[in-house]
């Protein structure tokens, strides 16, 4: 179904443009069955070479997810005034176009809640209920993965990297985007001209600890590989997509790198994506694992607290590298 939304959401700003053709879709995104044997092995592979792997067999309902969808397309679809009544995103509530406060926009408007909701939703009750059991389901599933992933490290205490998820103090956020159709992207033709991309959400890495992404079959969605180019992930819309966060990246000393990525607008249909931010909680000291570490292998980081990194990251640009306020200088 194609949504609408009324022309203040979409016509506040001027374009951002990356001038890059984008991409042909890349077949070889890591493919991880977690009802195998062998998925850790799989886990642990994907997150040294991409930092981004999609999951089949992954447990959540279909019809949590169908109905989140279904609920959040009807919320997007409610005039200007109507959503803003949730709320300014101040960092929670709903936006459009500014993400952030440091001058970063976008083609996009948005839901940013805390895993615990907000009651400012209260208006809105079915969206709420469908919220609370995908929220649930999707946490769950988080934890899965990061006790598999804990295995295929042979970390012990297996919960060691899920419980930061389960701790009823757990600084976990969960974000809802609409990317509305964008009249203005013209597709590149076979001589490579076009009018360039527009910019739906600008490149970034998560600081959390993982991101549990899903989004409608609607394309756009691209990460960078390790040689800088970016490749686009085709949409699938009965998975889910996980990117390894930046303290994740700490916590394994850099053996996992935190995927940068980016969205691009379609010129012709809406895209709708649902992420689970998996975070500590603010007192949460972070800092390599020490079971992790091989020998007199030492710290590339130094250590810190959630809170603070968070902070960092509310002060910084989306396309700002973050960790490297917190990485240590090498003795010469």
């Not at 053709?21 to 977690?34: E, G, K, W, Y």
Request: aromatic share 10%; glycine share 6%.
């Amino acid at each position: 179904m194609v949504v609408v939304v009324s022309k203040p959401a979409i016509e506040q700003f001027s374009n951002m443009r990356n001038n890059k053709p984008a991409s042909a879709l890349f077949t070889q995104i890591p493919l991880v069955d977690m009802s195998k044997p062998d998925s850790k092995h799989q886990i642990i592979k994907a997150c040294e070479e991409f930092g981004f792997f999609k999951v089949i067999n992954h447990g959540v309902p279909m019809e949590f997810i169908s109905l989140l969808e279904s609920e959040a397309t009807k919320f997007f679809s409610l005039p200007l005034c109507e959503k803003q009544k949730t709320g300014q995103p101040k960092p929670y509530g709903y936006g459009n176009k500014r993400i952030g406060t440091h001058g970063d926009v976008g083609w996009v408007e948005f839901l940013l809640l805390t895993t615990n909701q907000d009651p400012n939703l209260h208006r809105f009750q079915s969206f709420r209920l469908a919220l609370s059991d995908y929220m649930k389901s999707v946490k769950k599933m988080a934890c899965e993965i990061l006790e598999t992933m804990a295995d295929g490290l042979k970390i012990q205490p297996r919960n060691a990297l899920s419980k930061l998820l389960m701790d009823e103090e757990s600084d976990s956020v969960f974000r809802v985007n609409h990317y509305p159709p964008c009249p203005d992207v013209e597709p590149v033709n076979a001589n490579g001209n076009g009018n360039g991309d527009v910019i739906g959400f600008g490149e970034h890495t998560d600081p959390q600890i993982i991101s549990v992404l899903r989004s409608n079959n609607t394309s756009g969605l691209q990460i960078s590989l390790k040689d800088g180019s970016w490749i686009s992930v085709p949409p699938d819309q009965n998975s889910f997509f996980i990117n390894v966060g930046d303290s994740l990246q700490v916590m394994t000393n850099g053996r996992f790198k935190s995927v940068k990525h980016r969205v691009l607008s379609n010129s012709e249909k809406p895209r709708l994506s649902m992420i689970y931010f998996g975070g500590p909680p603010l007192s949460e000291k972070i800092a390599p694992l020490p079971s992790l570490m091989r020998g007199d292998q030492q710290s590339l980081y130094k250590e810190f607290t959630w809170f603070e990194y968070k902070r960092c990251a509310y002060n910084s640009r989306l396309a700002d590298n973050r960790l490297i306020h917190f990485e240590k200088i090498a003795a010469s």
